[in-house]
């Protein structure tokens, strides 16, 4: 629209994370804090029970998500898009924790995580959408192979669309108001094309193309993922 002259200011909206242009986008901190409620649930099911919990998290072809809620809410395993896993790796920290004496695990999976050399669980197609794949159902696989491999009763819990709304956070509220402030600004000063976009500690404005031009996924040699491995996180690989 922008490029046939309709005067277009973008702002970053989405749970995924997944814009390169932006630190964070809205919406991402309250589905993270969603998700890390639904883990601090699981647990105690998890424990009392004996069981594995695997809980499956949106996010699409990006790990944010599933990666920072499991951090955060305490999670065995965290599968995501960027590491293609080897079930046999998940099994094995199921079954150490196991012989450990810590008879249940957590294990959360992205919704677009799947296995090394096979591609991501797609749970129907929409042919007239301009994005036909609908994700779906690699928690349900993760929970059967692992109960089958490891003997030890799995239960699946798919999180969906509560991630998306409710209350948002704090950090959320205040990140839409300053991006719905600058877009405003950015009206009045005539920046059109352009979104506007936190650049740590400031909001800028950034091209529209750049903002689209590739999807932001998480850094397999980045902070967060030594940050998880360093704790003890299976991460599948």
Avoid at 79 to 89: A, G, K, T, V
Avoid at 173 to 200: C, D, N, P, W, Y
Avoid at 222 to 233: H, M, Q, T
């Amino acid at each position: 629209m922008s490029q046939l002259g309709v005067r277009v200011i973008g702002v970053p909206k989405t749970i995924d994370n997944d814009l390169s242009a932006t630190d964070y986008t809205f919406g991402f901190n309250t589905a993270v804090a969603t998700a890390t409620d639904a883990i601090d649930k699981l647990h105690t099911t998890a424990e009392s029970h004996h069981r594995v919990m695997v809980l499956e998290v949106m996010g699409r072809y990006a790990g944010w998500i599933a990666l920072e809620s499991g951090m955060a809410g305490g999670a065995d395993v965290i599968l995501i898009p960027e590491i293609p896993y080897n079930i046999q790796s998940v099994c094995n920290k199921v079954n150490e924790r196991y012989a450990a004496g810590k008879k249940f695990s957590i294990v959360v999976v992205a919704e677009g995580a799947h296995p090394a050399g096979e591609g991501m669980v797609v749970k129907y197609t929409v042919a007239e959408s301009h994005d036909p794949i609908r994700l779906g159902g690699i928690g349900n696989k993760v929970g059967a192979d692992i109960e089958r491999i490891t003997g030890i009763e799995s239960r699946v819990t798919i999180l969906g669309h509560l991630q998306r709304g409710g209350s948002p956070t704090p950090f959320d509220r205040i990140l839409g108001t300053r991006l719905g402030v600058a877009a405003v600004k950015s009206i009045a000063e005539g920046r059109f094309g352009t979104m506007v976009s936190l650049k740590t500690p400031n909001i800028v404005n950034v091209p529209l193309l750049e903002a689209i031009h590739e999807l932001k996924k998480v850094p397999v040699d980045g902070d967060l993922v030594f940050a998880a491995r360093s704790v003890g996180i299976c991460l599948g690989d």
